[in-house]
């Protein structure tokens, strides 16, 4: 994409219902289920995978992702399979943020950026992904589940021009990612 941007919003894989011992909400780990939605979408995304069918011509370029053990973990998982993973911008900013708050980091973002996934919490994501398309999106309504993805096109040049409304919904995911035969 020669001039738009691409945005790439993953909601954490399920988690744990229980922080660990001495830990806080904040700490909470991956479930098996998450850990393996995780790795399916990995797979999806990595050198090997389909890219979801997606035209985007482009994976993230840069990840901006909430400081909290499932969100980090996930994005790990999501990225191993790529033989050259992009940055990953941790940030506790993301933790507890509005929706506003996360385009607010998304603005921040270099020019020379294509392509940025935010990967944080509900319900803050299933607020974005509400607040970014163009026009309502059935696909978009009754929740965002764990591991969920959308990626959205965003007719602009610079990422400091991101505003809710703008976008176009390139593609809705929800686990189970099957992987390709």
């Known amino acids: 994409m020669a001039t738009g941007r691409v945005l790439w919003v993953l909601r954490h894989a399920k988690t744990v219902r229980r922080p660990p011992v001495g830990g806080g909400d904040h700490e909470r780990v991956l479930a098996i289920r998450g850990r393996h939605d995780a790795d399916a979408l990995g797979e999806r995304l990595g050198d090997d995978g389909d890219l979801l069918g997606l035209d985007t011509g482009t ?24 033989a050259t ?19 607010e980091q998304v603005s921040m973002v270099d020019e020379d950026v294509p392509s940025v996934m935010v990967v944080g919490h509900n319900p803050t994501m299933e607020a974005l992904v509400a607040a970014m398309p163009r026009q309502p ?18 007719p602009i040049r610079r990422w400091d021009e991101v505003a809710p409304r703008t976008a176009w919904v390139l593609g809705v995911f929800v686990p189970p990612f099957a992987t390709r035969p």
């Open 59 to 82: 994976v993230p370029a840069l990840v901006l992702c909430s400081t909290a053990a499932r969100t980090v973990e996930t994005t790990e998982r999501v990225l191993a399979k790529m």
């Open 85 to 103: 993973p992009p940055p990953v911008t941790y940030l506790r900013s993301l933790y507890g943020a509005s929706p506003e708050d996360v385009l």
């Open 137 to 154: 999106t059935p696909a978009l309504s009754g929740g965002f589940a764990t591991c969920g993805l959308v990626v959205f096109e965003l």
